[in-house]
C-alpha cells in the first residue's frame, strides 16, 4: 500500500542542527495531513510537528520557532529542520500521514518506522 522511510536522525551536540525527511511512496493518490511525532524514554507519544494539504502548519509549543515543516506534494515528501536542538529534543521521531490511497475513497493514516535523534554533550 503505502510506506513512509524516515531519514536524518543522528547524533548531535546541543545547539546544531538535523534535519529529518519523510518519503512516502506506494499506491498514493494524494496526501492530506503530514506531521512528525516523537516518542522520548518514558514519555508518550507526542506531535512536533503537522502540515496540511494547503500547508498550514501547527507546532508544539517546545519546538515552534525552532523546527519548521514543510513538504513537496511532487516529491511526496515531508521535512523538519531542527535547529537549535536541545537534550530534551531526544527522542524516536515518527513521520505520519493522512493518505488517499488510490483506488480508495477515504484517507487512512500511515505511520513511518522511526528514526532516532540524540542531542548530547
Known amino acids: 500500500q503505502v510506506q513512509l522511510v524516515e531519514s536524518g536522525g543522528g547524533w548531535v551536540q546541543p545547539g546544531e542542527s538535523l534535519r529529518l525527511v519523510c518519503a512516502a511512496s506506494g499506491s498514493i493518490s494524494s496526501f492530506n495531513d503530514m506531521g512528525w511525532y516523537r516518542k522520548a524514554p518514558g514519555k508518550q507519544r507526542e506531535l512536533v510537528a503537522s502540515i496540511s494539504e494547503n500547508s498550514r502548519t501547527n507546532y508544539a509549543d517546545a519546538v515552534r520557532g525552532r523546527f519548521p515543516i514543510s513538504r513537496d506534494n511532487a516529491k511526496n515528501k515531508v521535512y523538519l529542520q531542527m535547529n537549535s536542538l536541545k537534550p530534551e529534543d531526544t527522542a524516536v521521531y515518527y513521520c505520519?500521514?493522512?493518505?488517499?490511497?488510490?483506488?480508495?475513497?477515504?484517507?487512512?493514516?500511515?505511520w513511518g518506522q522511526g528514526t532516532q535523534v540524540n542531542v548530547s554533550s
Open positions: 505520519n500521514a493522512s493518505v488517499l490511497v488510490r483506488g480508495r475513497l477515504w484517507n487512512e493514516n500511515f
